[in-house]
């Protein structure tokens, strides 16, 4: 600019200060409309910002902007943001090694105790610090009733159900939230009475078929009996259990109370572990485990059916491998419904394996690894039947068959089973041979997989048991497969007859 005059004008019912500006030259100036034209006045030299680079985020040390005061080791942080080769979100949890603030204090390098299981896109990650472990539950405080010392074996029954349990450090993986009472002193809860002395403040839970439960005192022979007393008996417990609790991600936003301080919560991962309550049938499938271990692990399938027994596991088998110098146990484990367990599951799982077996024989407990098939098959109704109605029947039929939570590791599939499976449902009358069709992956719900072309279909659909993979580098145990008919993954023709 060669020249700044303040200057004023009035036109058209209008006036205002104005700023009259000469260019130091008149190259250009002709091709601006005076109207649409902006002057910017004042520019100065701006350094360009970092740019993110796109290598995939991987390992164990992460570099992020300071906060003070610095996290200490032994946090649980978690991560969310996009894994680096699909775009999904992603969302884990770590534990802090050590915390360094690097120098000029606006950066802090953070290293974790374990590597990373997924690789992230560094762009939009964010690490969050102040987190705590949850589980579902609401605490309830009640007066179970008034002790008296003349009865023996005094019960009482908690006002609501059903009773939450968390887990623990015990052979099934399990214990009640619940604290009993008596005249302001806390009982202990034994697994039978009959191993208690006459002094022992203890008392047992017994489960109804309808999930409530009866707390038991002692006679004062096994057991102690409570003081006599005007509702001296108290109890704190939670209740909520199971598929209840398993909330997606972000879906908790409020706090029953909110301590102070605290302006918001959110969960960003979805719930784990999780298990329902024991039903009948599980039950009488469960019930020998215990009998057949004694809580011990010795052979190969004791292994397998401690895994079964514990709190939180669905799916579990255990195969025994040679690794080139010596035989292993390798683990595989699945959750309820066949979901992916939690790195604190398996670990806790483990060290409950460890306290009951020979140490003589190495032991790998492994995540299962879950594979996936589709189904394509034209199916012919009978008119009688609505044709939607019999596809969705068949549907079902198919999932309660081969879905992930009724399905057992290592099994393969062939098409006579499916076959078997549709033609036993109402409403069918004929189809072809089903094909079945590998599926790599399964997208995010409510999206379904798209399944490949019939050349791809196999004759039977395998999956592996535990095994030592010689190729790895270094070489390493591989779980067991759960094969799976995917959700949604099944597509349906039409025959005429």
């Given at each position: ?41 004042g ?7 970092e ?60 290293t ?27 605490t ?74 009866r ?9 102690a ?25 972000g ?5 029953p ?18 298990a ?5 049938e ?7 485990l ?10 190969v399938a004791d ?27 390798v ?16 670990a ?16 790998e ?33 198919l ?25 036993g449902v ?30 791809a ?28 008919l ?12």
């Amino acid at each position: 600019m060669s020249d700044v005059v303040l200057d004023g004008a009035a036109k058209w019912t209008l006036s205002g200060p104005t700023t009259v500006v000469t260019p130091d030259t008149e190259t250009g100036i002709s091709v601006f409309d005076r109207q649409r034209t902006s002057v910017l006045c004042g520019s100065v030299l701006l350094a360009g910002g970092e740019q993110p680079d796109d290598l995939a985020l991987t390992g164990r040390t992460l570099v992020v902007a300071a906060c003070d005061p610095p996290p200490l080791a032994g946090r649980r942080v978690v991560l969310r943001g996009l894994e680096h080769t699909t775009g999904a979100p992603a969302v884990e949890t770590a534990t802090l090694q050590s915390c360094v603030v690097d120098a000029g204090g606006a950066t802090m390098t953070l290293t974790l105790t374990a590597d990373l299981t997924r690789a992230y896109s560094r762009r939009g990650l964010v690490v969050l610090a102040n987190v705590c472990l949850a589980t579902h539950g609401e605490t309830v405080a009640q007066v179970l009733g008034s002790g008296d010392a003349r009865a023996g074996f005094a019960t009482f029954r908690p006002r609501r159900a059903p009773l939450t349990h968390v887990r623990a450090t015990t052979p099934d993986g399990e214990q009640a939230a619940l604290v009993v009472r008596v005249d302001g002193v806390a009982w202990t809860e034994i697994a039978a009475l009959e191993d208690a002395g006459p002094q022992d403040r203890v008392y047992a839970l017994h489960a109804d078929e309808d999930g409530a439960v009866r707390i038991v005192l002692g006679d004062g022979v096994h057991g102690a009996r409570p003081a006599s007393g005007q509702e001296n008996v108290t109890a704190t417990y939670r209740v909520g259990i199971g598929a209840a609790g398993a909330v997606d991600a972000g879906q908790l936003s409020l706090l029953p109370r909110r301590p102070f301080g605290v302006k918001a919560v959110t969960n960003p991962a979805p719930a784990q572990d999780w298990a329902d309550a024991e039903t009948i049938e599980q039950a009488r499938t469960n019930a020998p485990l215990r009998v057949r271990t004694l809580d011990r692990a010795v052979s190969v399938a004791d292994h397998e059916d401690v895994a079964r027994g514990y709190a939180g596991i669905g799916p579990a088998r255990a195969d025994l491998v040679w690794d080139g110098r010596a035989h292993r146990v390798v683990l595989s484990v699945l959750g309820s419904e066949a979901t992916t367990p939690s790195n604190d599951l398996v670990a806790a799982l483990r060290a409950a394996l460890v306290a009951v077996r020979d140490p003589g024989t190495a032991l790998e407990v492994l995540p299962g690894a879950q594979t996936w098939f589709g189904v394509r098959v034209e199916v012919a109704h009978d008119p009688a039947f609505e044709r939607d109605a019999v596809l969705a029947a068949v549907a079902d039929a198919l999932a309660a068959g081969f879905g992930a939570p009724v399905r057992p590791f290592a099994t393969s599939v062939s098409p006579a089973a499916v076959l078997v499976a549709i033609r036993g449902v109402p409403g069918v009358a004929a189809c072809t041979m089903p094909r079945l069709l590998p599926v790599a992956s399964l997208p995010a719900l409510p999206e379904v997989p798209v399944l490949p072309p019939d050349s791809a279909a196999l004759a039977v659909v395998p999956a592996l048991p535990g095994r030592w993979d010689v190729a790895a580098v270094p070489a390493a145990a591989l779980p067991a497969e759960l094969l799976a008919l995917g959700p949604g993954a099944i597509e349906f023709g039409e025959v005429l007859l």
